[in-house]
């Protein structure tokens, strides 16, 4: 399981600065928000994967740890908020300029 976690981090992590290098604005919003997707899944991982564990005290004999679960959960928030910002100013950069090249030489078509 924590083999499964690692590489599904790994691979979220690679595919998000893989699609951040690139020259459009839609792949760069795509790749920041598989980073986040990453970032959730290992703050996730970080209160210890437990099976059939509450987070609630007293409801088990061990019980899993709630902190890393709220984070996951304003992150998920945060993120959101964070995306539809970087769309609009997306938008707005395509009307204003009629292309979504990040790249600032003037050269390229």
Known sequence: MEALLASAIG?????????????RTFPVILGLTFLSYAVNLFL???GRLTVNAAPIVGTTDAPADPLPQA??????????????????????GHLQAGHDRIDLDEDKP
Do not use: E, P
């Open 11 to 23: 691979l979220l992590t690679a595919v998000g600065i893989y699609l951040m290098l690139r020259l």
């Open 44 to 46: 996730f991982s970080a």
């Open 71 to 92: 984070l996951v959960l304003t992150a998920i928030v945060i993120s959101f908020g964070m995306t539809a910002v970087i769309m609009i100013m997306a938008i707005g």
